[in-house]
Nanobody, 128 residues
Framework: QVQLVESGGGLVQAGGSLRLSCAAS????????MGWFRQAPGKEREFVSA????????YYADSVKGRFTISRDNARNTVYLQMNSLKPEDTAVYYC?????????????????????WGQGTQVTVSS
């Protein structure tokens, strides 16, 4: 089992920044590729960003490209999502997720169904 705990959400004005953290425990963190997803009220969960277990490969949804940065610190068992130039449409509950990928240092996926473990989510609210 992998336990994931997100933190760093909050209320911010449009144009502001937040950094989300997701702390993992329970298994070897570096065996897992990680992803961030979000779900706004009344909408389906959507992919935000993903990172390979080595950190060498990253991918972003078009809606956040150039504004968000995903990173990980395997020594600290933590994945981060730096969010800059926030917009009201970024308002959502943000979830981190882990998918086992020890066979490939470059693997990542945008498919939510592929992820094995999920955190409880952290609320991000961007006011206009």
């Amino acid at each position: 089992q992998v336990q994931l705990v997100e933190s760093g959400g909050g209320l911010v004005q449009a144009g502001g920044s937040l950094r989300l953290s997701c702390a993992a425990s329970g298994r070897t963190f570096s065996d897992y590729a990680m992803g961030w997803f979000r779900q706004a009220p009344g909408k389906e969960r959507e992919f935000v960003s993903a990172i390979s277990r080595s950190g060498g490969s990253t991918y972003y949804a078009d809606s956040v490209k150039g504004r968000f940065t995903i990173s990980r610190d395997n020594a600290r068992n933590t994945v981060y999502l730096q969010m800059n130039s926030l917009k009201p449409e970024d308002t959502a509950v943000y979830y981190c997720a882990a998918v086992w990928a020890s066979y490939s240092g470059s693997y990542y996926t945008t498919n939510a169904n592929a992820y094995n473990y999920w955190g409880q989510g952290t609320q991000v609210t961007v006011s206009s």
